[in-house]
């Protein structure tokens, strides 16, 4: 989004502080879905949409919206009583925008099989605003590595780069040993580049930027802001040097900007030795028809530091380097409108389409958009191996010991998010076209947080930013 799309993202917010017209009437005899356009997402509405009808007989229309209106558009229904959907399906770090318009998920489903089975880092936290839940998982969203296990185990290889680095070569524990193999490999003529990361406008880049910059801050607390003063910590030592290791990354990679979805394809075809991406990437590089490197993938756990910035005491603190996994986006869920017209059937169908065994078909398929999220999907190897093969146990270990970590760190989640990120967007792009460098697009980008901040109301903010970020409310 521009910054004038930013400004209107905010503009609809306050709106939706102050009194709300009368909902417009919807047909009650069918449902309406909303959610984003294309395949992914889409795909596996419209397909369930298809059982559903057959099992119910109640008829359903999925509305696919261009994922750069959607938000604006489902916003602008609730604040002017304009019909919006039976269900929505939305991405998760919406959820505190869209809350006080949803109606709360039915105490037999949160106490379900279907919810209980839901890993807790999705289900407790994304599922839930202001101690009320909200909404269901459909897609459990984390970024991982991916890396060339026959460029790493090549003997010639690794004594190349044993006699560079006098490291083994291994997957990477921490954010500077992943630098040093990227720029190894980009000199190298066994593989075109070092290591893939989204850059392109539009192509989730801001996502690789935060798996960066968790692991540089040494309280992942205060990872975007002060959670007292919300403050931004954005424009601080520890997002520059982020910053700077994500452009290094990006300068071992193509000329060209990358899309995520870029990512995984050109790591399948097998142009870098490793790539940052979120799980999806296993699937494509194990996909016969879609990888030239099936069999021969590895995976890793996000990379930490060895060096992280203290906010609090403004210095620098050495540490040994240890995983930071990041809930990069979270996922997409799915939710009932308060003034929806067909409730009932609207959360039929939402468990339609959580059921287990729907959902299981749906994140083993590269095509659907979603990602492992129910606990049983990271524990059923033999449900994964006609799909990943070998690299099975390495995929569904690194998707279990990153839920796991005590050092995951959940994605920003409050109000006026989509404004937040617009702003940090548009002053990324101006670092990546060489019209700023990294602490003067920062320190921009820090002002118009707390303009954003400052509109929508410090106090509440904080609040908001203590609960996204699991704070106890009096926790500094």
Do not use: C
């Amino acid at each position: 989004m521009s910054r004038i799309v930013a400004r209107i993202v905010t503009f609809v917010i306050l709106l939706l502080l102050g009194a709300v017209a009368p909902r417009a009437s919807v047909a009650q005899d069918r449902l309406t879905v909303v959610t984003r356009d294309g395949g992914p997402i889409a795909g596996p509405a419209l397909r369930h949409a298809t059982g559903f009808t057959t099992a119910t007989g109640v008829p359903v229309d999925v509305v696919q919206r261009p994922f750069s209106a959607l938000y604006a558009e489902v916003m602008l229904g609730f604040v002017t009583g304009g019909p919006t959907a039976d269900v929505l399906i939305f991405p998760a770090a919406w959820l505190p925008d869209f809350a006080p318009y949803l109606a709360p998920v039915p105490p037999t489903l949160v106490d379900s099989a279907l919810v209980r089975g839901i890993h807790p880092a999705f289900r407790d936290v994304l599922m839930r605003w202001q101690g009320a839940w909200k909404a269901v998982t459909l897609d459990g969203d984390l970024h991982m590595g991916a890396y060339r296990r026959d460029l790493f185990e090549d003997p010639v290889l690794r004594a190349a780069y044993l006699a560079q680095h006098r490291e083994p070569l291994e997957p990477p524990q921490d954010w500077a040993q992943y630098a040093r193999i990227a720029t190894f490999f980009q000199a190298r003529p066994e593989v075109r580049y070092g290591t893939l990361e989204a850059s392109a406008q539009g192509g989730q880049r801001l996502w690789y930027l935060f798996s960066h910059a968790a692991a540089l801050m040494a309280d992942r607390g205060s990872l975007f802001f002060d959670p007292v003063t919300m403050r931004p910590s954005i424009d601080s030592p520890g997002w520059e040097r982020a910053l700077q290791g994500y452009l290094d990354a990006v300068a071992t990679g193509p000329d060209a900007a990358l899309a995520s979805h870029d990512v995984r394809r050109r790591f399948a075809a097998g142009d870098a030795a490793m790539a940052i991406d979120w799980s999806d990437i296993g699937l494509y590089a194990s996909d016969p028809a879609l990888s030239h490197v099936g069999g021969r993938a590895g995976f890793f756990v996000l990379p930490g530091s060895e060096a992280v910035w203290d906010a609090q005491a403004q210095v620098w603190r050495a540490q040994a380097a240890y995983p930071v996994p990041f809930l990069a986006f979270g996922g997409w869920i799915a939710a009932v409108p308060a003034e929806a017209r067909a409730p009932d059937h609207a959360w039929d169908y939402i468990r339609w389409i959580a059921d287990p065994a729907r959902a299981d078909s749906d994140v083993r398929s590269g095509a659907s958009g979603f990602n492992a999220y129910r606990m049983s999907q990271l524990n059923d190897p033999d449900g994964w191996r006609n799909i990943i093969g070998d690299a099975t146990e390495s995929y569904l270990g690194v998707l279990r010991e990153s839920l796991s970590s005590p050092a995951v760190t959940p994605d920003l989640r409050i109000p006026g998010y989509p404004a937040y990120m617009a702003a940090l967007d548009a002053h990324l792009g101006d670092v990546l076209a060489g019209r700023a460098g990294p602490a003067q697009a920062l320190a921009a980008a820090a002002v118009e947080w707390e303009q954003i901040t400052d509109r929508l109301g410090r106090g509440a903010q904080a609040r908001n930013y203590r609960e996204a970020m699991r704070l106890r409310p009096e926790t500094p």
